[in-house]
């Protein structure tokens, strides 16, 4: 039976309300009076499924001469919506014959990228410099790291192995004719970074590593076809009503079931929900990565979505038991090839339930906050020579730990939530170890836990932790580096920024009365994983 917000919705023509670009589906009336003209400038991801369609043809041929040129390995420098799109592309697209190897660098992890430095074979390689804005500090550090990699080994061809993505007159558009890039591709500016997978920030890398980025379009068309219709068969209404309305009824916390093959597009969905609809108290929180566990394990806080789940035994058979329990499932049939139009089923479907919260899911009121408390860190260091840290660390067992506490107390505990922040320098068997800690914290407490990898997630969680629900405790891990690397042009290292975007980022929780906990190690050589299981089960 359809919900009743789906059969509002139809019988109040959304769907057709919003492909008519009628702002008051997002901006009704009583809403802030800034909200309309920033619907206006985001809606351009409506079309690209026709309007770049186009340009697949040039990609194709741009990437056969960049093969031609022996070029077998693409690094893309990008964050958030710059980046994820081309993961799930590498990861879910079968690979063509003769494809490049894609190495995303959404980082400032001194392990990743002296590891990335170190394998480089710059003759055959291309970067792709990914940035809306064109000013990311990411981005940014990155390009300066590796220009200074590139120019050392090429000299004057250097520019022929960049090329930048970006929107028209950024600052990003004069660096790469400065510096002599091969191609700069201008995206149309009136997507938001997370909406933009089937934009040029998705189409440039998927051609490059020979992706069929024509089928990809394609499955968008039909499925953008489907969201145009006034009817409860609509794929994104009805997705869309399912998100607000568990999150209406208090199960706001969206827990997708994913087989492996898809895990990367559960991380792309997590920065489109969370940064969509995470601001004025309200939300929907994407679980994601989180092992599939028995039906009294979960709280009355869920609502599931599993997404090719007929293709994995155990997912096949956990939904029915899920839904048998009372909790509310959304059931996907997704093979790779329907990949474009999952992309836009997702986009209508949340900028819709983001509409239906009472919020503008095209804004991120509070991702600022965590990047001026950042540079003002780095600023401190390099005026006062060291760090601003309030509340001082205390000493402890192993590591050091600081605290900020909500002023009246902990969340009631059906609601709350954890919040693993991990800007621990990167080790293989991580991804095992936290997975494994989530599943015992979830049955010991009932608790959602999210992973989020710093910083690479104040591009995606970030915004709902400042802006959604008071409703989370935030486990925060740094470490000092074994080895420095300079960011040409500057006065800090990787190293260096990424504590300082730690710091912001405990700046800006605490700032928005958040519970956060600061671990640091000083141990060069600790085994962060071991660390991290410490901490984590001081916590059941």
Known sequence: MPLPLLERWVADRVASRVWARDLSVFAPPGAPSDRAGVVRQRLGWLGVPVSLAPRVADLANFAHDCWDEQIR???????????????????????????????????????????????????????????????????????????????????????????????????????AKERGYRETFLNPPDIGGRYSALSLFGLVPGALMRRPMERLLESARTMATRCQVDAVDNPGLALGAFIASAAQAGRDKLTLLLPPDLATLGAWVEQLVAESTGKDGRGVLPIVGEPVGRPNEYGEDRAFVAIGAANAPDLHEAVPRLAAAGHPTFDIDMVPDDLGGEFFRWEFATALAGSALGINPFDEPNVKDAKVRTQAQLDARRTQGMFRIDPPFERGQGYSRREHRRADGDAPAAERYVAILDYLPREPKRAEVIARLRGALRRHTRFATTHGIGPRYLHSTGQYHKGGPNTGVFLLFTAIDESVSAVPGTDYTFSALKFAQALGDFEALAAAGRHVVHYHIEDPAADYSAALESVLRSYR
């Open 73 to 175: 390995h693409v690094y893309l420098l990008g964050m958030g919506g710059s980046s994820l799109c081309a993961e799930v592309l590498r990861d879910v697209l079968p690979a063509q014959p003769h494809s490049p190897r894609l190495v995303l660098l959404d980082t400032t992890d001194e392990r990743t990228i002296r590891e990335a430095t170190e394998t480089l074979s710059a003759a055959h390689t291309l970067f792709i410099t990914a940035s809306k804005s064109g000013g990311t500090i990411e981005v940014t550090s990155l390009e300066r790291h590796f220009w200074s990699v590139m120019e050392g080994a090429l000299g004057d061809r250097a520019g022929r192995h960049f090329v930048a993505v970006t929107d028209p007159g950024t600052s990003l558009v004069e660096l």
